[in-house]
């Protein structure tokens, strides 16, 4: 079933001009250009779901009842993603499946996430979401219904999240102090956290509550995070009345535990051999000089302890009257601004105590509206402040790992503290780990979807499998040859064989030389020729259709990509090329699979075939492809009316994907031919994935860009597109798969594997690609230099003069860093336009698209079929001014979004990055973390 945006204004089909007029395809969210890394693999396209779709009348049979095809009631342990995931089969009257129906998959109660909050029915009828447990244990309970048909009864699962493992506490120190009404205790409370064998559980939560005890204590904390060593603390500031205290701590994040209870005493007054009057100067300086004035401390340092926010401070000089100290950094702990308790220990026996303020340490973060602080490395493990204010504030936070080479996941925890402490009751002691936001639309995870392992899986063979036969194995350098064939150039009506490697499992082999492709010229003009299969079926592209792809290949897609990437190398002289219409791509993809494989481009036409006049580079070892065309070719799939090679595909959709994958492949094309033919360099010089798709995916976008009458930098909104029926007819083709990847990427930023070096296959690849594009449209909007963005992108595709790739490439395009760059491009996702201040910095915007207008404007649109559910896809993190912190994982060069609140004002925050497990993050990641003020 094809999903249909219609136009806003133009409400009658009639007033359209032009077929499909008005419409807006949502059907091809894949690409039709995908070329894994391996450069002598095949360059394909895998459409992530089914390719095509200009509109069109199918009608689906209309949902009639849910069926489950998971259990009703699953189990799950702290942390773990449910397997298998909750499933539905959507069916019709007759129980027949009913395909592409938005299934709404919605928590009612219970701990954990459901990370798709829609996902679409496959060819069987089935939508599937992917159940996050979080570190709570209990019940959930989960509702899927059908929005867009309020009479299909809806379904419930049940899932129960279990303990994962055991932690064991030990009370450590603390137990049994007395202190006067309305201070805190000299020391902290502190237990020690370990497995059962005895092993530190570094980074465990403990949850702490004040059980029994006058009203009004409070603890410094709910939950404290154990350190490396296993050793957690908190204090405890007595309440104004005197009284006995009772405090419970256990372990939290969904662990069996037992619980640790220590006892404290409140008193109207403290006997003591001692007596403090005062403290100053006020406030007091972390790692500064102060002074506890009173009387009865003596003269013998040794016996004399000095505490300030239960730390020991370094005792300086003792006197009768007086003790000079240095108050402790508190680099472990991140103070905001607040008041401390300070009390001195004379052989153990403590002194009565004061509470006194004491100023914050490490980088204030002042920031007026508007204002942003990028911080990396050290820098951002380090402490930040945020100030007390009288009005109410907003700040969005990014946090994550720039690493360049990661793999997996970094585990990461943003700690919160406020200047003020938790009011320590039991309702309060919950553990206050929220899990970011995930929002991914769609099928779902590819991980967790089956039909997307079926698609990931198809995508990988073409990634990982050697060429059989006699032909190529592992890259080394290659010296370059470029001696052109003396070829004429093709003619309309010239018959013409072509070799075509590509097995049906995928595979690429260069003995693949017994049954040619035979081939009609049907289209020509200057720099392309249109060979069409004589076994294409009947029905498919009439003469016209193709001589106008042809001169639109000629007129706009060849000089656009010949521009921004360079000039193809033309190994076979013949000065054109050629683009093979055969169903034998067809032919790739198996009936009823939604993976569906289009046009594509080898890079094994490149190579030497062996014959005597080969104009082909050489291969390793000076190894030779039968199977090569020697030249410049792209292949591309035809209609099939009847579905005799595959299913069946109508010329309208095949036609449109055809047009885009024709300005994506001649891309990867000229880049491949630039590293390869004309730089001189190897196979393992042909750009990375992701970064090679990214440049293929801007080629879509300044061919529709060009074919539009619009330019870079003009922050193109929605109306803008919407409102011109042929504007909107090329947003289809060229524009709209960009923004639907990067919608995938953008509703869950931080698991996204935006630096794969093989395509990962399903939403996964969507994701890639949708943040390649982003970012090298926001690179090139902030390129510096007098270069045009033609040369920027040249310099790219080709690596510049090392044929440099990947984070390299860039690098060495721009100038700058790779944590500058992905700093400014991170934060630019969440500031766009209306999404920040005016006086927002303009580092943190989208020169060439107003992203919020265009999301916007999606998802508005009254047709949509649900497949832009969310106004803006961004997910964030919504947090108070308050103590508490959040877990999250994130890939290597991703982040984490956290928005910050504060209501009539509020007190000081304190931020800290650090690890899970507890300290500092593996010296393999490279932190960053961003604030922008937006109110």
Not at 779 to 798: I, K, M, N, P, Q
Request: charged fraction near 20%; glycine fraction near 12%.
């Amino acid at each position: 079933m094809v999903s249909i945006l219609h136009n806003r204004t133009v409400r009658d089909p009639e007033a359209a001009s032009g077929p499909g007029a008005g419409k807006l395809s949502l059907r091809r969210w894949g690409t039709c250009a995908h070329r894994p890394l391996g450069a002598l693999l095949l360059a394909g396209l895998v459409g992530v779901l089914a390719c095509g779709g200009d509109g069109g009348t199918d009608v689906a049979p209309a949902p009639a009842r849910l069926v489950r095809v998971s259990s009703a009631s699953d189990s799950v342990t702290v942390g773990a993603l449910l397997d298998p995931p909750l499933g539905v089969r959507v069916v019709g009257s007759l129980g027949d499946p009913v395909e592409g129906v938005p299934v709404r998959f919605a928590l009612v109660t219970g701990p954990g996430s459901v990370q798709t909050g829609l996902a679409v029915s496959d060819t069987r009828g089935v939508a599937e979401a992917a159940f996050q447990s979080d570190r709570r244990l209990g019940q959930s309970l989960v509702r899927v219904d059908i929005p867009s048909a309020s009479q299909v009864a809806p379904l419930e699962f049940d899932v129960h999240t279990l303990a994962a493992g055991q932690v064991d506490l030990t009370a450590a120190s603390g137990d049994g102090q007395s202190a006067e009404t309305g201070t805190q205790l000299a020391l902290p409370f502190a237990v020690t956290a370990a497995t059962p064998s005895g092993t530190p559980v570094g980074g465990a939560r403990v949850v702490w509550e004040v059980a029994d005890g006058p009203a009004g204590a409070r603890l410094t904390a709910d939950t404290t995070f154990a350190d490396p060593q296993g050793r957690s603390e908190n204090l405890l500031t007595l309440a104004p009345d005197a009284g006995d205290y009772t405090i419970r701590s256990f372990a939290g994040g969904g662990v069996e535990t037992d619980t640790v209870t220590f006892t404290a005493r409140g008193v109207a007054s403290l006997e003591a051999a001692a007596r403090v009057d005062s403290v100053g100067p006020l406030p007091l300086q972390p790692g500064g000089d102060a002074t506890l004035y009173g009387d009865g401390f003596g003269t013998d340092a040794s016996v004399v302890e000095v505490r300030v926010e239960g730390a020991p401070a370094q005792i300086l000089t003792v006197e009768p009257e007086r003790i000079r100290f240095q108050v402790p950094s508190f680099t472990d702990r991140c103070l905001p601004a607040r008041s401390v308790g300070v009390r001195a220990l004379l052989r153990d026996q403590p002194t009565n105590g004061r509470l006194v303020p004491v100023e914050s340490s490490g980088t204030s973060l002042d920031l007026a509206r508007g204002q942003a602080e990028a911080l990396s490395g050290a820098d951002a493990l380090g402490c930040l402040q945020i100030p007390a204010a009288d009005s109410s504030r907003e700040y969005v936070v990014v946090a994550g790992d720039a690493d360049r080479t990661a793999q997996g996941m970094t585990p990461l925890r943003l700690i919160l503290r406020a200047g003020s402490d938790t009011a320590g009751t039991a309702a309060a002691a919950a553990v206050r780990i929220r899990a970011a936001e995930s929002r991914l639309p769609g099928t779902g995870l590819d991980d967790y979807s089956r039909t997307l392992r079926i698609q990931a899986a198809a995508r990988e063979e073409l990634a990982r499998r050697r060429i059989s036969g006699g032909g190529l194995t592992s890259p080394t350098r290659a010296a370059a040859s470029v001696s052109p064939s003396a070829a004429v150039a093709p003619s309309r009506g010239d018959t013409m064989s072509f070799h075509f490697a590509v097995q049906q499992d995928l595979t690429v082999s260069c003995d693949a030389t017994q049954d040619p492709v035979r081939t009609v010229v049907r289209a020509v003009a200057e720099h392309v020729a249109l060979a069409v299969d004589v076994d294409a079926p009947a029905g498919g592209f009439d003469e016209a259709t193709l001589q106008g792809l042809a001169d639109e290949f000629d007129q706009v897609i060849y000089p656009t990509d010949r521009s921004y990437f360079g000039d193809p190398a033309d190994l076979d002289g013949n000065g054109r090329v050629l683009l093979v219409l055969t169903p034998r791509v067809n032919a790739l993809t198996p009936r009823g699979s939604t993976a569906i494989v289009g046009g594509f481009f080898l890079p094994i036409d490149l190579v030497d075939s062996g014959d005597a006049a080969g104009s082909g580079v050489q291969g390793p070892d000076g190894q030779t492809c039968p199977a090569s065309n020697e030249g410049e070719l792209l292949y591309l799939p035809v209609p099939d009316p009847q579905g005799v090679y595959s299913d069946a595909q109508r010329v309208d959709q095949v036609l449109r994907p055809d047009r885009n994958a024709m300005a994506h492949e001649l891309q990867h094309l000229i880049s491949t031919e630039q590293r390869l033919v004309l730089g001189g360099g190897d196979f393992g010089s042909v750009e990375e994935v992701w970064l090679g798709e990214g440049l293929s995916h801007i080629a879509e976008e300044v061919v529709g860009l060009g074919e539009m009458s619009l330019g870079q930098g003009q922050d193109l909104g929605w109306d803008g597109i919407v409102n011109d029926p042929a504007r909107l007819r090329l947003f289809n083709t060229f524009e709209l798969d960009n923004f639907a990847r990067l919608f995938f990427f953008m509703a869950q930023p931080g698991q996204a594997p935006v630096l794969s070096t093989t395509d990962p296959g399903g939403v996964r690849s969507l994701q890639m690609r949708g943040f390649a594009w982003a970012l090298l449209r926001w690179v090139a909007d902030h390129r510096t230099g007098t270069s045009s963005e033609e040369a920027f992108f040249r310099d790219l595709a080709r690596g510049g003069p090392d044929l440099s790739r990947g984070i390299a490439n860039i690098e060495q395009a721009t100038g700058e860093s790779w944590d500058d760059l992905l700093s400014g491009f991170t934060l630019s996702l969440a500031a766009d336009d209306d999404r920040a201040p005016p006086s927002t910095d303009a580092r943190y915007q989208f020169p060439s698209w107003n992203l919020p207008d265009i999301f916007q404007g999606l998802h508005d649109n009254p047709s949509s079929g649900g497949r832009f559910p969310l106004a803006y896809p961004l997910a964030i993190t919504s947090l108070q001014f308050e103590s508490a912190a959040v877990d999250f994982d994130t890939r290597a060069s991703t982040a984490a979004y956290f928005r910050l609140r504060s209501s009539t004002g509020g007190p000081p925050l304190a931020l800290q990055l650090a690890s899970q497990s507890g300290g500092a993050p593996p010296t393999s990641t490279s932190p960053h973390v961003l604030v922008l003020r937006v109110q």
